[in-house]
């Protein structure tokens, strides 16, 4: 499964390696990206022995080889990490949890912070906790925790991201990221039902993109406040590796925190009920 694995990324990679990136003449060309025999010169392996990676039939590559070859495909430090973890997965220890759960003390962090959407994902880009005004940003969730699966399946996505594209393909890369291993189970089951269910899914997962949430914006439109631009900070969370903690912000003075303040106020009036009715409790355990 490590071949399979190893060849899927070094091919799509390869793909999208231009000549031009390391001062080579395009010319005519029948498939994106670098011939096989260019990517072994520039790794300083035999054509031969590149070809035996890609076809699935060595599947043992020195460090020495992985250094070179994430050179010569132009990887950042993550894909570099993500290309070595595919030949050396990481030893299992305790099984993870079938249930991760966002700890009281991020929950009460999260609920301390009145004027600020912030929210805790864990490794398989699960929703684990939410605060008040992150929950009435992100309503059009309704009752579905899997942030990634709503993403693809839930048609009111597109219309919630103005930037759709670019944030589902952050999400596809991000699950890349926190999971290593790529032949874990729960990986592997959901990566194969939205494979199924979605063209996208599966189109964005074969890029092999490989990239952690960092900050960045995004841009909303929120059914009830309209049109809104928020920047972002993404944190991991020590006490739990593979959460994340996200907290979004408005410029001051902007029209977007004229938004989220608006947005404050009618989560004040409806948050308790939505309490008491014990819909989407927003410690999500």
Known sequence: MHAKRLSEFLRARRARVHPEDHGMPAGARRTPGLRREEIAVLAGVSTDYYVRLEQGRDHNPSPQVLRAL???LLLNDEEATYLRALVDPPRRGRPQPVQ???GPQLVSLLDAW??????VYGRYIDL????PLGEALFTWLGGETSLITAMFLNPAAKGFYRDWADVAQGCVAALRATNPDPDGQRLQELVGELSVRSRDFAR???RHEVRAKTASTKRFRHPLVGD???GFETFSVNSAPGQHLVVYRAETGSAAEQALALLGSLALTEFQDVQDEGHIPHDLS
């Open 204 to 206: 964005m997962w074969a």
């Open 70 to 72: 994430a050179a010569a």
């Open 228 to 230: 809104l631009t928020l």
């Open 100 to 102: 991760e759960y966002a």
């Open 114 to 119: 009145a004027d600020t959407p912030a929210l």
């Open 128 to 131: 684990l906790a939410v605060n």
